[in-house]
């Protein structure tokens, strides 16, 4: 069984109330670091290597240290939750059962970066988890935790619940910003990074909701401790949330040395895909990395097993390689369609657009009417050839990463499984009543010996 | 106080854009550095408009390659980056027409914005002065690649001066920046998003500001024009001269272009610079009032000075304008003084626009017989 930093009281009954939670060890971390200096919580966080875990990867303590920090000006600290991406609901999860666990990193994380008014930016969908939420702050507050003075530190820190209106780009940092402070949520134009003009032109860090939860078993136990989890530059635990064509759909904490294998096939994690189908695709960290062929996935190019953390699943980069992404694992067994399954996600990503640039705006669309029309049969080759030239105009193109986003899964559908759409292309009638199923995808690669 | 003394003792900053050279003013973007250059080394730009504080990176046909950040880091940035919102650097190296991947990203931006945009052209009121024409003259391929139905938007009233045709627009912003900067009251925006996104009044309600005119002078396109000219005359017809006339309102300058035909005024219009925005005096954009656009379109409310200088690589330049000064050329100093090769004399394969035809000189409109009598 694999150490579990996050989730190792999430069964215990009564967690998501103060009084359990106190009862189990909760909040040692604020008092822990309300008597170190702040620079030294930071240091702490830079040493644990703990990385953002809302998709992008950046370590944490480094973001934290960017943060200008000019006389008078106030400084914010923002949680991430409006977790959106599709097959991704890890955070959900922290916040419906442990909902103590993030407030607590929150309270260590303003603390370090002086952050006197805290905002946690939920997704408007997560409704429930809004009175959760509130409710925790609530018992916070009443036992001192936040408000005036907390512990007799001197340090005063208020939290404060912001809904979304249930747009995915809200998800993207500046977006974010600009939606809670009451604008459209239109990403800003970059430089200026939130570090120096963030939250109403003061700087702001934004974390996502497992980042900032992190924080409270690095301040318990150091963050040389945390960094010894893991492997390389992967330390600590990673929440991944699995779902698709496996027996056990669900969140599961792992520390990041178990192979991919291991994680589909072994009953502690997704236990395996029903009714013996075979494993056909995977998409590792989220819809918007790339998708990777049943081979590729378990195996890097070189032939190495794949590992999951961040360096072994973008090993041999976009050509051969996919991301860790923000976690969220989803499965393809043999039935599944991929021109499908990548129709549905351009399908999201033009309904998500927020129409402030053009490639974006404009190629959204456009691919998501390209892969309809292969998909029900009236494709065309040249067809294919144009969704690879959209793509590539899109990524890079736009302000924000929600054009690469939506660029990347079209990339690496058509990178891998280019003869499943050729076949869409050749079969226009029988695509509709068929599926191409596993064909070559689990064959193994080979790897040419060196001489 | 202090801040500004240490801004006038900082050194220029030299960049290179394409080859050229030159020094600018240490927080001068890229895209107004390769301005002061002039020709074909500036790049093209649909939403930035320097008179809005705000407006730009959102069309990205103005991306860039840096090639060197700055003489203390000389790596290049990973990506294009918008040169309207991205500051020079001392010694940073730009290019622009003479990389091969800004090519192929502004061909694919045209591609992207011409993709739902109606080629009405010979309909649209805009046509002549419009950007997104020059641009697709410009930058664009000859044909789309786009082969379903159009996006269009229901017609909106939005007064009865500007007429908004929203399935023209390319959503640069300009005009909502023009409505937060300009007017006290801010009554129209962007409505929905993505694709959908459109520009409207919270809902279907009149612009009514003495400033809101100015609108349709920033539109890139024709989703905004003056319903007092619509289908009235095509601009090429008209001929541009310099007025001006003692504006009651103190934030009106006064100063206009009134687009004549004999005497009467069919159009009035801020007076516009090379890159076709409103020119600034003494620093101060020239925005001009509802009443000298709308309603003062007699030439005796008019002080004439004289006709306007055009200045603009464009397709209304092509109109042999009296006082048409033809902007600097660039190629050659780019290619490192040697000529580039034409490929086309315009004169060679159409009839229209012969080269010994003055539409200034002629009475009255040109018809398809002035320029068939040159032969």
């Given at each position: 069984m694999a150490k579990k930093l996050l989730l190792d009281?999430?069964?215990?009954?009564?967690?998501?109330?103060?009084?359990?939670?106190?009862?189990?060890?909760?909040?040692?971390?604020?008092?822990?670091?309300?008597?170190?200096?702040?620079?030294?919580?930071?240091?702490?966080?830079?040493?644990?290597?703990?990385?953002?875990?809302?998709?992008?990867?950046?370590?944490?303590?480094?973001?934290?240290?960017?943060?200008?920090?000019?006389?008078?000006?106030?400084?914010?600290?923002?949680?991430?939750?409006?977790?959106?991406?599709?097959?991704?609901?890890?955070?959900?999860?922290?916040?419906?059962?442990?909902?103590?666990?993030?407030?607590?990193?929150?309270?260590?994380?303003?603390?370090?970066?002086?952050?006197?008014?805290?905002?946690?930016?939920?997704?408007?969908?997560?409704?429930?988890?809004?009175?959760?939420?509130?409710?925790?702050?609530?018992?916070?507050?009443?036992?001192?935790?936040?408000?005036?003075?907390?512990?007799?530190?001197?340090?005063?820190?208020?939290?404060?619940?912001?809904?979304?209106?249930?747009?995915?780009?809200?998800?993207?940092?500046?977006?974010?910003?600009?939606?809670?402070?009451?604008?459209?949520?239109?990403?800003?134009?970059?430089?200026?990074?939130?570090?120096?003009?963030?939250?109403?032109?003061?700087?702001?860090?934004?974390?996502?909701?497992?980042?900032?939860?992190a924080?409270?078993p690095?301040?318990n136990e150091?963050?040389?401790e945390y960094a010894k989890i893991g492997?390389?530059?992967?330390t600590g635990t990673k929440?991944?949330?699995?779902?698709?064509?496996?027996?056990?759909?669900?969140?599961f904490e792992i520390d990041m040395t178990i192979?991919?294998?291991?994680?589909?096939?072994?009953?502690e994690?997704?236990?395996?895909?029903?009714?013996?189908?075979?494993?056909?695709?995977?998409?590792?960290?989220?819809?918007?990395?790339?998708?990777?062929?049943?081979?590729?996935?378990?195996?890097?190019?070189?032939?190495?097993?794949?590992?999951?953390?961040?360096?072994?699943?973008?090993?041999?980069?976009?050509?051969?390689?996919?991301?860790?992404?923000?976690?969220?694992?989803?499965?393809?067994?043999?039935?599944?369609?991929?021109?499908?399954?990548?129709?549905?996600?351009?399908?999201?990503?033009?309904?998500?657009?927020?129409?402030?640039?053009?490639?974006?705006?404009?190629?959204?669309?456009?691919?998501?009417?390209?892969?309809?029309?292969?998909?029900?049969?009236?494709?065309?080759?040249?067809?294919?050839?144009?969704?690879?030239?959209?793509?590539?105009?899109?990524?890079?193109?736009?302000?924000?990463?929600?054009?690469?986003?939506?660029?990347?899964?079209?990339?690496?559908?058509?990178?891998?499984?280019?003869?499943?759409?050729?076949?869409?292309?050749?079969?226009?009638?029988?695509?509709?009543?068929?599926?191409?199923?596993?064909?070559?995808?689990?064959?193994?690669?080979?790897?040419?010996?060196?001489? | 106080?202090?801040?500004?003394?240490?801004?006038?003792?900082?050194?220029?900053?030299?960049?290179?854009?394409?080859?050229?050279?030159?020094?600018?003013?240490?927080?001068?973007?890229?895209?107004?550095?390769?301005?002061?250059?002039?020709?074909?080394?500036?790049?093209?730009?649909?939403?930035?408009?320097?008179?809005?504080?705000?407006?730009?990176?959102?069309?990205?046909?103005?991306?860039?390659?840096?090639?060197?950040?700055?003489?203390?880091?000389?790596?290049?940035?990973?990506?294009?980056?918008?040169?309207?919102?991205?500051?020079?650097?001392?010694?940073?190296?730009?290019?622009?027409?003479?990389?091969?991947?800004?090519?192929?990203?502004?061909?694919?931006?045209?591609?992207?914005?011409?993709?739902?945009?109606?080629?009405?052209?010979?309909?649209?009121?805009?046509?002549?002065?419009?950007?997104?024409?020059?641009?697709?003259?410009?930058?664009?391929?000859?044909?789309?690649?786009?082969?379903?139905?159009?996006?269009?938007?229901?017609?909106?009233?939005?007064?009865?001066?500007?007429?908004?045709?929203?399935?023209?627009?390319?959503?640069?912003?300009?005009?909502?920046?023009?409505?937060?900067?300009?007017?006290?009251?801010?009554?129209?925006?962007?409505?929905?998003?993505?694709?959908?996104?459109?520009?409207?009044?919270?809902?279907?309600?009149?612009?009514?500001?003495?400033?809101?005119?100015?609108?349709?002078?920033?539109?890139?396109?024709?989703?905004?024009?003056?319903?007092?000219?619509?289908?009235?005359?095509?601009?090429?017809?008209?001929?541009?001269?310099?007025?001006?006339?003692?504006?009651?309102?103190?934030?009106?300058?006064?100063?206009?272009?009134?687009?004549?035909?004999?005497?009467?005024?069919?159009?009035?219009?801020?007076?516009?610079?090379?890159?076709?925005?409103?020119?600034?005096?003494?620093?101060?954009?020239?925005?001009?009032?509802?009443?000298?656009?709308?309603?003062?379109?007699?030439?005796?409310?008019?002080?004439?000075?004289?006709?306007?200088?055009?200045?603009?690589?464009?397709?209304?330049?092509?109109?042999?304008?009296?006082?048409?000064?033809?902007?600097?050329?660039?190629?050659?100093?780019?290619?490192?003084?040697?000529?580039?090769?034409?490929?086309?004399?315009?004169?060679?394969?159409?009839?229209?626009?012969?080269?010994?035809?003055?539409?200034?000189?002629?009475?009255?409109?040109?018809?398809?017989?002035?320029?068939?009598?040159?032969?």
């Open positions: 009281k999430a069964d215990v009954s009564g967690i998501r109330t103060y009084e359990v939670y106190r009862r189990e060890g909760g909040y040692r971390s604020v008092e822990k670091a309300l008597k170190m200096s702040t620079a030294d919580i930071v240091e702490e966080v830079k040493k644990s290597g703990l990385r953002g875990r809302g998709g992008a990867g950046f370590p944490t303590g480094m973001k934290w240290s960017f943060l200008a920090k000019p006389e008078g000006i106030a400084r914010y600290l923002v949680c991430n939750a409006d977790e959106s991406e599709p097959g991704t609901f890890k955070d959900r999860y922290l916040m419906e059962f442990i909902p103590h666990l993030l407030i607590e990193g929150m309270i260590v994380a303003s603390f370090a970066l002086g952050s006197n008014n805290s905002y946690i930016y939920i997704r408007g969908e997560y409704a429930w988890i809004t009175d959760i939420l509130e409710t925790a702050i609530a018992e916070a507050r009443q036992n001192g935790f936040l408000g005036k003075n907390i512990l007799g530190s001197g340090f005063d820190c208020e939290m404060y619940v912001q809904r979304g209106a249930g747009a995915y780009i809200c998800g993207e940092e500046t977006a974010l910003i600009e939606s809670l402070e009451g604008k459209r949520g239109n990403p800003r134009i970059k430089p200026p990074f939130p570090a120096i003009k963030g939250l109403w032109d003061c700087p702001t860090v934004v974390n996502n909701v497992e980042t900032l939860a924080v409270v690095i301040i150091g963050g040389e492997v390389g530059k992967s929440l991944i949330s699995a779902c698709g064509n496996i027996n056990k759909p669900g969140i192979s991919v294998e291991e994680f589909i096939f072994s009953d994690y997704c236990g395996g895909i029903p009714n013996g189908k075979r494993l056909k695709a995977c998409i590792p960290g989220g819809s918007s990395v790339p998708i990777l062929p049943a081979n590729l996935l378990l195996t890097t190019a070189k032939g190495e097993k794949r590992l999951m953390n961040y360096e072994s699943l973008s090993d041999g980069g976009f050509a051969t390689g996919s991301m860790m992404g923000s976690g969220g694992f989803i499965v393809l067994d043999e039935d599944q369609c991929v021109v499908r399954n990548t129709m549905t996600l351009a399908r999201f990503y033009h309904h998500e657009s927020c129409g402030q640039c053009s490639p974006c705006r404009e190629g959204t669309g456009w691919m998501e009417r390209i892969l309809k029309k292969i998909e029900n049969g009236k494709g065309e080759m040249k067809d294919i050839d144009l969704l690879w030239d959209i793509q590539r105009k899109i990524e890079g193109n736009t302000i924000c990463p929600l054009g690469d986003a939506a660029a990347w899964p079209v990339a690496a559908a058509i990178r891998h499984f280019r003869d499943e759409f050729e076949w869409h292309v050749l079969n226009p009638e029988k695509c509709l009543t068929e599926n191409f199923g596993l064909r070559h995808y689990a064959d193994p690669i080979h790897v040419p010996v060196t001489a | 106080m202090a801040d500004e003394i240490k801004k006038e003792t900082l050194a220029n900053f030299k960049v290179t854009i394409d080859n050229i050279t030159i020094e600018v003013k240490p927080g001068t973007t890229i895209l107004n550095a390769a301005r002061t250059i002039g020709g074909d080394v500036t790049p093209p730009a649909m939403c930035y408009y320097s008179k809005l504080q705000g407006s730009g990176g959102k069309c990205r046909t103005c991306l860039v390659e840096v090639a060197a950040g700055s003489t203390a880091d000389p790596r290049p940035m990973p990506k294009l980056v918008a040169s309207c919102r991205t500051t020079v650097m001392d010694g940073m190296i730009v290019k622009n027409i003479t990389s091969d991947k800004v090519k192929d990203a502004r061909a694919g931006v045209v591609e992207f914005l011409l993709l739902n945009h109606p080629l009405d052209c010979p309909i649209c009121d805009q046509a002549g002065e419009c950007h997104l024409q020059d641009l697709g003259y410009e930058h664009g391929k000859e044909g789309t690649r786009y082969e379903f139905t159009r996006r269009t938007f229901e017609k909106e009233d939005i007064g009865p001066y500007i007429q908004l045709h929203m399935t023209r627009c390319i959503l640069c912003y300009r005009c909502t920046y023009v409505a937060d900067q300009l007017t006290d009251k801010r009554s129209h925006g962007i409505l929905d998003r993505g694709e959908h996104a459109e520009i409207s009044t919270y809902i279907s309600k009149a612009i009514d500001n003495d400033f809101s005119g100015n609108m349709i002078d920033v539109c890139p396109v024709g989703a905004l024009t003056d319903k007092t000219y619509r289908f009235k005359n095509r601009v090429w017809f008209t001929k541009p001269v310099d007025a001006h006339r003692n504006c009651e309102n103190p934030d009106c300058c006064g100063k206009t272009t009134l687009w004549l035909r004999g005497d009467e005024v069919f159009r009035v219009t801020v007076r516009k610079d090379p890159w076709g925005e409103v020119q600034s005096y003494d620093g101060k954009p020239g925005w001009i009032c509802n009443t000298c656009r709308f309603d003062k379109k007699k030439t005796i409310d008019w002080v004439i000075e004289g006709v306007t200088k055009i200045s603009r690589h464009s397709v209304i330049s092509q109109g042999r304008y009296e006082g048409l000064v033809i902007p600097k050329d660039t190629i050659v100093e780019v290619m490192g003084g040697r000529s580039p090769r034409l490929l086309m004399d315009i004169h060679d394969e159409s009839e229209v626009n012969k080269p010994g035809v003055h539409l200034s000189e002629l009475n009255g409109p040109a018809h398809s017989d002035t320029f068939n009598n040159g032969q």
